[in-house]
């Protein structure tokens, strides 16, 4: 499988600017979902979209889907310091041998909040 | 809910050495939990997909032999690194399956010495 490109790899923005990051796939999907990674950390689950839908809100959080162009964004607002993390898409690439879905990560933004 | 914990979150180990790494589901079932391995300042890569009660299946270039999974049950599944070496430092992090969703662990840092 081929990893998505995520598009910066690493951005620097003054607290309280919106901050966009954006996410290009290469196959179909049912849906696209995009995740929070601190330093060292996990990963914390941000959001879904799925493939029938072209925009979703939550909280601070935009995100868009374009499956004609294989594409999704997604926008911070009102960017914090405690935003500083990498965000990471990933798109499910069909079922797994079981019937559940494999996920597929982009490669990620690094993304920094100056104070 | 839907908490996933992964034991221990760093380990250091000699080369040769086997160690292995848990990933339990605390407030929920899962029959499915992944494996995935990530290097400094790269993205997450699948190795294998586990199932309760099956063999686990493994991504293409990951050697199953090396990286003994086993689903022991619902809510537990265990990775084992098997004759370590230094190229398989890295950190490795578990997922739980539910409904939709996979729930993350916090991860696991192995340093091969």
């Known amino acids: 499988s081929q990893q998505g490109e995520e598009d910066p790899q690493a951005l620097s923005i003054q607290e309280g600017e919106n901050a966009t990051m954006n996410c290009s796939y290469k196959?179909?999907?049912?849906?696209l979902q995009w995740y929070r990674q601190n330093s060292g950390r996990g990963l914390v689950h941000l959001i879904l979209i799925r493939s029938n839908e072209r925009e979703k809100h939550s909280g601070r959080l935009r995100v868009t889907l374009d499956t004609s162009k294989k594409s999704s964004s997604l926008l911070i607002t009102a960017s914090r310091a405690a935003d500083t993390a990498s965000y990471f898409c990933?798109?499910?690439?069909?079922?797994?041998?079981?019937?559940?879905?494999?996920?597929?990560f982009g490669t990620g933004t690094r993304l920094t909040i100056i104070p | 809910g839907a908490v996933v914990s992964q034991h221990p979150s760093r380990v250091i180990c000699k080369s040769g050495t086997s160690v292995k790494i848990e990933c339990r589901s605390l407030?929920?079932?899962?029959?499915?939990m992944f494996w995935y391995r990530q290097f400094p300042k790269k993205s997450l890569m699948l190795m294998a997909t586990s199932n309760e009660g099956s063999k686990a299946t493994y991504e293409q270039g990951v050697e199953k032999d090396k990286f003994l999974i086993n689903h022991a049950s619902l809510t537990l599944s265990t990775l084992t690194v098997t004759s370590a070496h230094p190229e398989d430092s890295s950190f490795y992090i578990c997922?739980?399956?539910?409904?939709?969703?996979?729930?993350f662990g916090p991860g696991t840092r192995l340093t091969v010495l």
């Open positions: 407030d929920f079932q899962a029959t499915t």
């Open positions: 997922s739980a399956y539910r409904i939709d969703e996979q729930f």
């Open positions: 196959t179909s999907i049912n849906n």
């Open positions: 990933a798109t499910d690439e069909g079922i797994s041998n079981f019937g559940n879905e494999k996920l597929t």
